[in-house]
Structure formats: structure tokens, C-alpha cells
């Protein structure tokens, strides 16, 4: 499958200058367009559940190559697993559960064991990976532009670009351990449990908290910041990096704050932020870490007018810093702790993101941006409304090539709705709700009719109401 991100792009004239801000708008949507919409159904039709996966592995980011040992187990015993891994790997050994390799179309990313009746498995492998290791259009390789602006070079193992075997991506237990020669630094989502430094060679030792799958980036970066908020944030960064210029200490406390506030507590100690100078501004969220691209070419130009970046982008709202900020955190709860069943339904954690992005600015900003914010919103999801629903999911990017119509189905028009309900029922018994999903669905992937479900709070009309929202083509005036 070709490349497809979920970002959108946001333009503006500044002066004479025209500058492109990217907004990568969640991980946690991307794994749907990269192979993992198969279920874990095995050959002969059962379901096998990945119950947990501990991984030993050594990578070196400067090659791209990985040499790891996998050790899979399973909720129950099965004589054949289909596993998704990176086609650059080679399979070394298959030291238990297995004797067999039938079926190995790597071009898929996907290949078929098996052996004994089983409910685990160990597996060695190594190789490298296929290039590009980096989440969406974010370039991992230093590019030097037209204003000669100096780009941080990440490498990224990212869950979606199937580094550890697995059957399907869905929340279980990762335990990973991965050696790296300590020229570089090494980021992972969940916690950090240990480091060990020798020479040459550090080792890091991550859980992934029973998120949905596990990501690494790898740079060299250094801890820049801390932040004594809501949830301690370590910020990480080119060393002289003054993130302050971008996105302010008091903005990240201000957001996470709210959220905690309105969603509850997150499952992790503490969150990392890391930024990478780019030339656009974007980001991407896995559990417990975000990417923040800076475009740094804006620092030249506008750092001291303070203007606010705006541009007639669907989902730039008040600021695209703050914008892609507040849409990644939110992250953290959408996606981080409770995500899609199918990608299809990626309306769920990209709707719930953009309208916790508008609740978090009506509180910061009032209630009169926060209507020009809706209404703006409103218009533009309007002009697409007849081309698809918000249950098409990422198909929209397949069959229409316009990014535009997937953010206003996919991010705009959920966000509505929501904004909508909270019209209704009020905002504070819809943030009620969305509480009582994020604990009795946590670490679980929910479906349409049960996310709308929990959201109607029983009432059958309301349901029926919220359904044809997403699942039917149209702008609804109201709830
Ligand atoms: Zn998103």
C-alpha cells in the first residue's frame, strides 16, 4: 500500500513568504494503512489473541539493522499463527512452538507458521528494515531546504512498521529490551523501567503500559526540559532548542491539565515530548510519547511578531502550534488508552481528538471563538458531507485523493456531532460519558455501535440520532 498519512496541510502567505505547516494528526490512525486490518484470525478461521510479547533485540539506526529474538504467547494453544514482520527480516530460528515456515510471502509483510500445539512461541530474526522508518511525512534523513535550516535526523521503530512479529495490532503486554550504541538516544512509548550504560552500548529496558503496540525513535537528542504538570513532562530535543518559542511550558501544563480534568488520570508516569526541527510543523502520538515537528524556517520570520499561525486548513482551529499540541495530547487519551476495533472507525480516536482540541480552546479562549471555531468547522465539513461518512474511515483517503474530504468526514464531522451532544446534554455530562468509556473500555479497541452506544447513555433515540452521523452521508443541523 502506497504512502498514506493522516495529515493535512495547512498554508498561509506571511509577507511574501509561503510556508506548508503538515499537521500529522496521530499514530494511532496510521496503523490502519499499513496492513493491520486483518483480524487475528488464524488459517483455519479461530481467533488466537497475542496475550504478551518479550523482545530482546539490538538495532543500529545508522544501517537501519535489527537483530532480535521474539518470544510470543498466546491466550490459547494453536497448531498455526499468521504473523506480521517487516519484510527486510529474515527468520533465523524458530526455537519453540514451531517446525515449519508454509507459507512465506514477505512481500506482504505477513507469513504463516506451523507446528506444535501451542500457545507461545519464540522466534530470532534480523535483518533491515525497509527504508523509511519514520511515521508519515515527517523525513527521518537530514534535508538541507531553501533556507538552509538545519533538520534532526530520527529513526524511527515504530509499531506500524512491524519490527517485533505479531498477530495483529491490539492492546496486551510488551516487554522490550533494546540495545543501541550510545551515540544515540532512544525514546519509547509506555515506561521506561531501566537503563544500562556501558561501553559503547546502552540498553533500555520499556513497557509498553498495555497500549496498542510499542514505537522507538532514536536520535541524538538530549532531555532539554521538564515540566512539573498534571502528569510530569520530560521534554527532549536538540540540545540549544528553545521550545519555549514554539510551544510554551504553560501551554503543555494548560492542555494536560484540562484533560486530566475532563477525561481522568493516564495509565503512565510520566510523558515525553520530543521535538524535531522540520519544516513543517506536525506531530504524531503513541502512548506516553509525542513527536512534534517544528517548522523551524517559522523562527526567522514571525518568531517575534507573535502572530498566530492560521491558515484556511480544516482543522486549524485558533493556532496551528497550538493546534497540533492539543490534538496530540488529546491523543494520549484517544488512542492511548481506548482505540478503533477496525480502522474503518478511526472516526472514534481522530473525532474525539478534534473535539477535545475545541473544548480545550472554549476554555482557554471563550465561548465566542469557540462558536467562530464551530461554525468555520461547520462550513467546511458541509462542502464534503455528501461524499462519504465518517464510517468510511480512511477508505475516503483511498477513494478520493483529497485529504481534505477524510479530515472533515473523519476528524470534522464526529467533532460536530460531539459539539452537538454537548449542546444537548451539556458538556460536562457529555465529558461524563466519555470518562465512563475511557475506564470500562480502557485498553480495549471499541466499535461504532458500542462507542455510540456508551455515548446515548440508553437513550435509543439519541442513539439512533448519533448513528446517522456517522454512518450516513449529510450534515445534520442539529442533534
Ligand atoms: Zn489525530
Known amino acids: 500500500m502506497g504512502k498514506i498519512y493522516c495529515c493535512h496541510w495547512l498554508r498561509r502567505l506571511f509577507s511574501r513568504v509561503s510556508i506548508s505547516f503538515s499537521v500529522v494528526l496521530g499514530l494511532f490512525a496510521m496503523s490502519a494503512f499499513l496492513g493491520f486490518a486483518a483480524d487475528p484470525t488464524q488459517a483455519d478461521g479461530t481467533k488466537s ?36 514482520l517487516d519484510e527486510g527480516l529474515r527468520l533465523n530460528a524458530i526455537n519453540s512452538g514451531a517446525v515449519a515456515v508454509v507459507d512465506l510471502n514477505r512481500n506482504s509483510g505477513q507469513f504463516l507458521l506451523q507446528g506444535q500445539n501451542t500457545d ?104 532539554i526540559g521538564l515540566i512539573d504538570a498534571v502528569i510530569p513532562v520530560r521534554l527532549h530535543g536538540w540540545p540549544l532548542f528553545n521550545y519555549n518559542w514554539y510551544f510554551p511550558k504553560a501551554d503543555i501544563a ?28 506536525a506531530g504524531v502520538s503513541y502512548c506516553g510519547l509525542i513527536v512534534l515537528d517544528v517548522d523551524a524556517s517559522w523562527t526567522s520570520f514571525s518568531i517575534h511578531t507573535r502572530k498566530n499561525i492560521r491558515s484556511d486548513s480544516l482543522l486549524a482551529m485558533f493556532d496551528a502550534k497550538i493546534d497540533v499540541l492539543s490534538h496530540e495530547i488529546a491523543h494520549q487519551w484517544w488512542g492511548g488508552l481506548i482505540s478503533w476495533k477496525t480502522p474503518v472507525e478511526n472516526w472514534i480516536t481522530e473525532g474525539l481528538a478534534t473535539y477535545s482540541s475545541l473544548i480545550s480552546l472554549r476554555a482557554w479562549r471563550g465561548e465566542k471563538e469557540y462558536q467562530r471555531i464551530i461554525d468555520r468547522l461547520r462550513r467546511q465539513v458541509k462542502d464534503y458531507a455528501d461524499l462519504g461518512a465518517p464510517v468510511d474511515g480512511f477508505q475516503l ?77 449529510g450534515l445534520p443541523k442539529q442533534l
Not at 515504530?158 to 533494546?178: A, V, W
Open 397 to 473: 483517503l483511498l477513494s478520493d485523493r483529497n485529504p481534505k474530504v477524510y479530515q472533515a468526514l473523519v476528524y470534522g464531522k464526529p467533532a460536530l456531532m460531539l459539539a452537538a451532544l454537548a449542546d444537548k446534554i451539556g458538556e460536562m455530562e457529555l465529558c461524563r460519558r466519555l470518562q465512563i468509556i475511557l475506564n470500562d473500555r480502557r485498553k480495549n479497541s471499541v466499535g461504532t455501535e458500542d462507542f455510540l452506544r456508551c455515548l446515548s447513555g440508553g437513550d435509543e433515540q439519541l442513539q439512533t440520532l448519533l448513528k446517522k452521523w456517522i454512518y450516513d452521508r
Open 49 to 84: 489473541r497475542q496475550n504478551s510479547l518479550t523482545w530482546v533485540g539490538y538495532y543500529d539506526p545508522a544501517l537501519n539493522y535489527l537483530s532480535a529474538k521474539a518470544l510470543l504467547r498466546f491466550e490459547s494453544p494453536m497448531i498455526e499463527r499468521r504473523l506480521w
Open 254 to 281: 494548560r492542555i494536560l491539565t484540562f484533560y486530566h480534568e475532563r477525561f481522568g488520570p493516564l495509565d503512565v508516569p510520566e510523558l515525553n515530548i520530543l521535538f524535531r526541527r522540520g519544516r513543517h510543523f
Open 120 to 223: 507461545e512461541l519464540e522466534i530470532s530474526y534480523n535483518g533491515r528494515l525497509a527504508p523509511a522508518s519514520d511515521p508519515g511525512p515527517m523525513a527521518s534523513e537530514t534535508i538541507v531546504g531553501r533556507t538552509e535550516i538545519q533538520l534532526d535526523r530520527f529513526r524511527f521503530l515504530s509499531c506500524i512498521k512491524n519490527f517485533y512479529p505479531h498477530t495483529d495490532m491490539d492492546f496486551g503486554n510488551i516487554l522490550l529490551n533494546i540495545s543501541v550504541s550510545n551515540e544515540w538516544n532512544c525514546l519509547g512509548s509506555g515506561i521506561l523501567r531501566s537503563v544500562r550504560l556501558q561501553p559503547g552500548l546502552s540498553t533500555y529496558v520499556f513497557d509498553n503500559a498495555g497500549a496498542k503496540g510499542m514505537s522507538l525513535v532514536f536520535g541524538r537528542f538530549s532531555q
